[in-house]
Structures are given as structure tokens and as C-alpha cells.
């Protein structure tokens, strides 16, 4: 009998269809590692940020962030050395202190464009990159957080230094304006998708405000993909403190709901003692695991060592966090050879 093939839908159309949900520096690492396993690659990426050289885009332009934007293309591009060099150069003088290249590309080419969503295609062309990069809506929206004491900022850069003042958790987040669009090619994505990711990265600010966006949560309650949440590996100083990962799985479904997690990928391997007593003093630590609760809410827990530490930080490796994600998908997806010479792809009795 004929062995079966390994990945056989890469052979037929470049890889499973993979939906990544988030922002931050989370997406891009996790991207750098899934573009070398699938072509069928899609980033939805929010677009509430509104700090830093981002934010001075934002408020001087009138158009979206373009950072968050910007790290997951040059994450998934394939151009030489000298052209991720310039994208990620940062201006150390003048007026443009602070600012990157790849930021300010990106804002010309939104200039010339009908759209922000057509500027982010064109610059992808540009970079000719594995997949698609999205935003979640060309809207310009800002992130509102409410605190558990009532207490309320506008503004995703505000909320660390609020959230300290105030010494107590973020009971929610929110969007204004509230009633934004998801751009529709976002929804075809996790309509057609295999697999869909959200996270890693923060939790309040790179995940959750995606699902806020206007059709985004019953896309992914109508969509038959496997969903996997990707638990951070510390909680984060002045938004996640003290939480567990059933904390941000019951977050997400509070803020979407409870059909949009099948799995809670988590990191297994130990951080050394001597990084997490530099966390310590951030009031950040290992993000506890806690099964039972898990359990409760239905999702299904999958522990894996995907851990890197480098420059004093604790991050997920892209290979290793790739290579689980991958193994998860291999593992519940079946492939059945039908009629048509061609393999099909079935998972949980649905075809895909």
C-alpha cells in the first residue's frame, strides 16, 4: 500500500489556507515562521495604534497606522537584504525623529491610492511578499478601554499609563467610532481559511480589537476552519497582570464569542530564572495555565516548548511556533483522495 503523502495540499495549491489574526510583533514573528510552510497565507491585522511614528502618521494624515501594517510585510517579504534594511530604517534627526522608511512608504503610497486597503496591496507588490497582509478595516478607528472601576481612556496609547493610575483590570475594550466595516476581502479570508490564528501579542490592544470590527466575530462563528488561540508567554505590565490563559481565552470570547476558539496553544518550556526576575520588576510574569478552567469554557489545551530568549526578553521562537501550529493542523485535518484525482481536505466531518 502507497504511503500518503506529506502535506499534500502543498503540492496542489502552495499550502493550507491560513487566516493570522493580531498586531504588534507577536503576528509578525509567528508570519516569519508560517511563510515557509503555505503560499496561502493571510494577515488581518488591527489598526488601532496610535502611538509613536504610527500615531504621528495617523493624527498629520488622516489614514491608518501603518506600523503593525508594515512589520508583518516585511516579516512575509522576499526582497534582498539592503531593501528590509531601508524599510526598517528609523530617522535619528530632524522633524522625522523616530520615524521609519517603511512608515513613510507606506503613507505615500496610501496618498496615491483610492484607499488604504489598495495602498497596503500596492506596497505588498512592491515587497513581493508570501501571502496577503490585511487591514481589518480601512476605518479610522481608535480603542477605548473601560476599567473595572468604571474609569474610561480613548486612546491605545494611553491605556498603560491609565491602567497603572487606576490599579485595577480592564473589564473591556471598545471601538470608536463603534460601528466600523471589516474590509470584505478580511471576511473571504476566514470564510475560505483551513486555519485561523489569533495572537500572540497583546491582548487588549493586538487581538481583541479586531473582533470589535463589524463582522468579524460571525465569520469566524460561520467559518469551519480549526481556530487556535496563541497564548502570550508573559503576561504584559499594564495590561494583562495577573491574568491566566483561561483569563485571555474568556476575554476573547466576551469580547466575540465562545465559538471562536477551538484551541489554546501554550508555551511549555520554562523561562529561566533569571529573565523572570527581570519581568518581575515590570510586574510581568509566566502566564499560568490554568486547565481546568480551559476545560470550562470549552477549549481544548495543547502545550508545546516555543520559547526563544534573546536581548533579555522572553518571545516566541518563529520556527518552533510555526512548526507546532503546522503539526496541530496535520494532526486534525484529514485528507481523502476523491473522484476527481485531487486531495480534499476534511476536519471535524466538513469538508474544506
Same mark, same amino acid.
Given at each position: 500500500?502507497?504511503?500518503?503523502?506529506?502535506?499534500?495540499?502543498?503540492?496542489? #495549491?502552495?499550502?493550507?489556507?491560513? +487566516?493570522?489574526?493580531?498586531?504588534?510583533? %507577536?503576528? &509578525?514573528? /509567528? $508570519? *516569519?515562521?508560517?511563510? !515557509?510552510?503555505? #503560499?496561502?497565507?493571510?494577515?488581518? +491585522?488591527?489598526?488601532?495604534?496610535?502611538? %509613536?511614528? &504610527?500615531? /504621528? $502618521? *495617523?493624527?498629520?494624515? !488622516?489614514?491608518?497606522?501603518?506600523?503593525?501594517?508594515?512589520?508583518?510585510?516585511?516579516?512575509?517579504?522576499?526582497?534582498?537584504?539592503?531593501?528590509?534594511?531601508?524599510?526598517?530604517?528609523?530617522?535619528?534627526?530632524?522633524?522625522?525623529?523616530?520615524?521609519?522608511?517603511?512608515?513613510?512608504?507606506?503613507?505615500?503610497?496610501?496618498?496615491?491610492?483610492?484607499?488604504?486597503?489598495?495602498?497596503?496591496?500596492?506596497?505588498?507588490?512592491?515587497?513581493?511578499?508570501?501571502?496577503?497582509?490585511?487591514?481589518?478595516?480601512?476605518?479610522?478607528v481608535a480603542l477605548e478601554a473601560i476599567f473595572e472601576n468604571g474609569a474610561r481612556v480613548v486612546g491605545e496609547s494611553k491605556i498603560f499609563r491609565f491602567k497603572k493610575e487606576q490599579d485595577c483590570r480592564i473589564a473591556r475594550v471598545a471601538l470608536q467610532p463603534g460601528r466600523a466595516a471589516a474590509l470584505?476581502?478580511?471576511?473571504?479570508?476566514?470564510?475560505?481559511?483551513?486555519?485561523?490564528?489569533?495572537?500572540?501579542?497583546?491582548?487588549?490592544?493586538?487581538?481583541?480589537?479586531?473582533?470589535?470590527?463589524?463582522?468579524?466575530?460571525?465569520?469566524?462563528?460561520?467559518?469551519?476552519?480549526?481556530?487556535?488561540?496563541?497564548?502570550?508567554?508573559?503576561?504584559?505590565?499594564?495590561?494583562?497582570?495577573?491574568?491566566?490563559?483561561?483569563?485571555?481565552?474568556?476575554?476573547?470570547?466576551?469580547?466575540?464569542?465562545?465559538?471562536?476558539?477551538?484551541?489554546?496553544?501554550?508555551?511549555?518550556?520554562?523561562?529561566?530564572?533569571?529573565?523572570?526576575?527581570?519581568?518581575?520588576?515590570?510586574?510581568?510574569?509566566?502566564?499560568?495555565?490554568?486547565?481546568?478552567?480551559?476545560?470550562?469554557?470549552?477549549?481544548?489545551?495543547?502545550?508545546?516548548?516555543?520559547?526563544?530568549?534573546?536581548?533579555?526578553?522572553?518571545?516566541?521562537?518563529?520556527?518552533?511556533?510555526?512548526?507546532?501550529?503546522?503539526?496541530?493542523?496535520?494532526?486534525?485535518?484529514?485528507?481523502?483522495?476523491?473522484?476527481?484525482?485531487?486531495y480534499i481536505i476534511e476536519s471535524n466531518g466538513k469538508q474544506r
Open positions: 500500500m502507497q504511503a500518503a503523502p506529506e502535506r499534500v495540499e502543498r503540492r496542489r #495549491d502552495g499550502g493550507p489556507k491560513v +487566516v493570522a489574526i493580531g498586531g504588534g510583533t %507577536g503576528l &509578525s514573528t /509567528m $508570519l *516569519r515562521g508560517l511563510k !515557509n510552510y503555505t #503560499d496561502n497565507l493571510t494577515a488581518i +491585522v488591527t489598526v488601532t495604534d496610535d502611538g %509613536g511614528g &504610527s500615531g /504621528m $502618521l *495617523r493624527h498629520d494624515l !488622516n489614514m491608518p497606522p501603518p506600523g503593525d501594517i508594515r512589520h508583518c510585510m516585511e516579516a512575509l517579504s522576499n526582497v534582498e537584504p539592503i531593501m528590509q534594511q531601508l524599510l526598517s530604517y528609523r530617522f535619528a534627526e530632524g522633524s522625522l525623529t523616530g520615524q521609519s522608511f517603511g512608515n513613510l512608504l507606506l503613507a505615500a503610497l496610501n496618498g496615491i491610492s483610492d484607499s488604504f486597503d489598495q495602498a497596503v496591496e500596492r506596497m505588498s507588490e512592491v515587497l513581493a511578499i508570501s501571502g496577503r497582509v490585511l487591514p481589518v478595516t480601512n476605518a479610522n470584505p476581502a478580511a471576511l473571504r479570508a476566514i470564510e475560505e481559511a483551513d486555519l485561523i490564528l489569533m495572537g500572540p501579542g497583546s491582548l487588549y490592544t493586538s487581538v481583541i480589537p479586531n473582533l470589535l470590527v463589524d463582522g468579524v466575530t460571525e465569520a469566524l462563528c460561520q467559518s469551519d476552519a480549526l481556530k487556535v488561540y496563541i497564548c502570550n508567554i508573559m503576561t504584559q505590565d499594564g495590561e494583562t497582570e495577573g491574568m491566566t490563559a483561561g483569563d485571555h481565552v474568556a476575554a476573547l470570547m466576551e469580547h466575540g464569542d465562545r465559538c471562536i476558539v477551538d484551541i489554546c496553544l501554550a508555551n511549555s518550556a520554562q523561562v529561566s530564572p533569571e529573565l523572570q526576575q527581570r519581568y518581575r520588576e515590570e510586574d510581568a510574569a509566566p502566564i499560568h495555565i490554568d486547565r481546568e478552567r480551559l476545560q470550562s469554557l470549552g477549549v481544548e489545551l495543547v502545550e508545546r516548548p516555543l520559547t526563544t530568549e534573546h536581548s533579555n526578553l522572553a518571545r516566541h521562537s518563529s520556527a518552533l511556533l510555526a512548526a507546532a501550529v503546522m503539526e496541530l493542523y496535520d494532526e486534525r485535518a484529514m485528507r481523502i483522495f476523491n473522484q476527481e484525482d485531487e
